[in-house]
């Protein structure tokens, strides 16, 4: 269960409270200091394969981007997100204020994709996170639901498997989805050759 702390904060009092190496992730909800649940083994297992994934893509294509091992990002309403994979800009992140003291962003600008991995608050990822991240200005986020765990009007009925992909079009996120061996489509990555299958079994 996600545990929150008690009294309201605001975001640069949570970034100076933030414990150095914590065995522990934690998030900012409307002020509100929020202790994540642990990752399961396949959870774990997941973003690992995707933030390997990445990297290669990342190299093989020469694209000017990276993975960061921590990130916050700063949305609306003091709250700030440790997203489980987080693609970075390597020119635009130097125009972040709180970057280099605290590996934060705030500018949509400054990402090329976020990718959630779906545990029992799958709430958080499909509404909260996807509407604060769209209002921001992330260009493309996805969400990895390798247990079919969302609501049947986020991923159908029967539940199954699902990797929603939101890309921001004139300003709001339109939504394709993924399942078995289809070949996730990806704007960040255009190249990218893996199936929802590979990612949710995390091998190819």
């Not at 960061?68 to 020119?91: H, Q, W």
Request: proline share 5%.
């Amino acid at each position: 269960m996600i545990q929150a702390l008690p009294k309201l904060v605001t975001f640069d009092e949570f970034l100076d409270w933030y414990p150095d190496n914590s065995e522990h992730r934690y998030e900012l909800h409307r002020g509100v200091i929020v202790q994540m649940p642990n990752e399961t083994g396949l959870h774990s297992q997941v973003g690992g394969f995707l933030i390997a994934e990445c990297g290669l893509e990342i190299r093989r294509t020469k694209l000017p981007y990276f993975v960061p091992r921590k990130c916050t990002v700063k949305t609306e309403d003091d709250t700030g997100y440790d997203p489980d994979i987080i693609v970075l800009s390597s020119d635009a992140i130097k125009n972040e204020p709180r970057w280099l003291k605290g590996s934060t962003i705030e500018m949509g600008s400054s990402v090329i994709l976020i990718v959630e991995i779906v545990s029992t608050n799958w709430r958080d990822d499909y509404l909260t996170k996807a509407g604060n991240y769209e209002a921001i200005g992330i260009p493309e986020y996805w969400i990895v639901d390798y247990l079919g765990l969302g609501g049947r009007r986020f991923i159908g009925n029967p539940k199954q498997p699902t990797i929603s992909v939101c890309q921001l079009v004139d300003g709001e996120y339109q939504v394709n989805q993924f399942r078995g061996n289809e070949r996730i489509e990806s704007m960040a990555f255009p190249e990218l050759n893996l199936t929802a299958e590979q990612i949710f079994k995390a091998e190819l």
